[in-house]
């Protein structure tokens, strides 16, 4: 008869333990049995303070990402007075885009002046740079490389106010000359009077009106 000693016994029973759980496991995977946790962990007590750290975040990454569109990608606007009538009136919301905008004649902008640029206005660019702009004083026609502008979306007469520019005068590099649609006598503080404008204080182009729902659409001529 073959006698084990105690420790050889030991290990050979702890080797047929284990290899009986590695079994089980195996036969348990085979016949696609799930194993259920015998209890859930309860939730931490300070998982309120876990919510409250959250919520923070979300809101920070909200106030960011607000940011990051108003000031690179668009922006809405209230219009406020009348020297863009008839084609904006006052109170319109407007939808700008600021997104890689470079100024364009025609186009409607919102700009601050280069007196406060605190302030913004709502124009309309009638010359970029190299591009010569003139005023008749007589017919009031405005006329841009010598061809005369047809502007249907006017309201008065286009006259020289101020003593900013000489005319004609020939738009600089880095610079637009705007005018608003209204043309009455103090209608409009433009580029008659403020002279040409940085186009680095030309914040985006006007893409179409929000409200009053009644106007909503494009604000440009078809």
Request: negative net charge; hydrophobic residues 40%; charged residues 20%.
């Amino acid at each position: 008869m073959l006698w084990l000693s105690g420790s050889v016994c030991h290990s050979i029973l702890c080797f047929m333990r284990n290899f009986l759980q590695i079994w089980e496991v195996i036969r348990l995977d085979n016949e696609n049995i799930t194993v259920v946790p015998e209890e859930e962990v309860p939730p931490a007590k300070n998982s309120w303070q876990k919510e409250t750290v959250d919520w923070i975040v979300s809101i920070a990454i909200a106030v960011v990402l607000a940011f990051i569109i108003k000031a690179f990608l668009f922006t809405l606007v209230n219009v406020s007075g009348t020297s863009m009538t008839p084609t904006l009136a006052d109170r319109d919301k407007l939808f700008v885009t600021k997104l890689m905008y470079k100024p364009a004649t025609g186009d409607i902008v919102i700009l601050k002046p280069p007196t406060d640029t605190s302030k913004h206005y709502v124009k309309r660019v009638i010359a970029t740079a190299g591009m010569t702009v003139d005023i008749d004083p007589i017919t009031h026609d405005v006329s841009v490389d010598g061809e005369v502008l047809d502007e249907p979306y006017i309201t008065g007469k286009t006259t020289e106010i101020g003593h900013a520019l000489t005319y004609p005068y020939t738009v600089k590099e880095g610079e637009v000359f705007v005018l608003g649609d209204n043309r009455n006598p103090g209608g409009s503080l433009d580029s008659r009077a403020l002279g040409p404008i940085p186009e680095k204080n030309v914040d985006g182009k006007v893409v179409f009106r929000l409200l009053p729902l009644s106007s909503f659409g494009s604000v440009y001529e078809k």
